[in-house]
């Protein structure tokens, strides 16, 4: 059975730092990808980044390209976001997804975690 489980969201301030976990189960890590997903309150839910593990392939949505930054430790089968320069947009509960590759419909989900940036 896949389990994906996130851990690190909280309150921080504008401007702040805060590392996203996933660890995952149940499947062969090294040949999934895992992506992170957010959804704020009324909005849709958007894509945010991917890795893939198999080679390291990194994906970013254009709104945290250069504050977000995604890596897989294999050995843990763990994926971290580290988010940074965080803002008040940046609110949302994050979930992360598992499907074989990046561009995939993700059928294997985390139960989320809430992010809050305060102004």
């Known amino acids: 059975e896949v389990q994906l489980v996130e851990s690190g969201g909280g309150l921080v301030q504008a401007g702040g730092s805060l590392r996203l976990s996933c660890a995952a189960s149940?499947?062969?890590?090294?040949?999934?990808?895992i992506g992170w997903f957010r959804q704020a309150p009324g909005k849709e839910r958007e894509g945010v980044s991917c890795i893939s593990s198999s080679d390291g392939s990194t994906y970013y949505a254009d709104s945290v390209k250069g504050r977000f930054t995604i890596s897989s430790d294999n050995a843990k089968n763990t994926v971290y976001l580290q988010m940074n320069s965080l803002k008040p947009e940046d609110t949302a509960v994050y979930y992360c997804?598992?499907?074989?590759?990046?561009?995939?419909?993700?059928?294997?989900w985390g139960q989320g975690t809430q992010v809050t940036v305060s102004s």
């Open positions: 997804a598992a499907d074989h590759t990046c561009s995939a419909d993700f059928g294997s």
């Open positions: 149940g499947f062969t890590f090294d040949d999934y990808a």
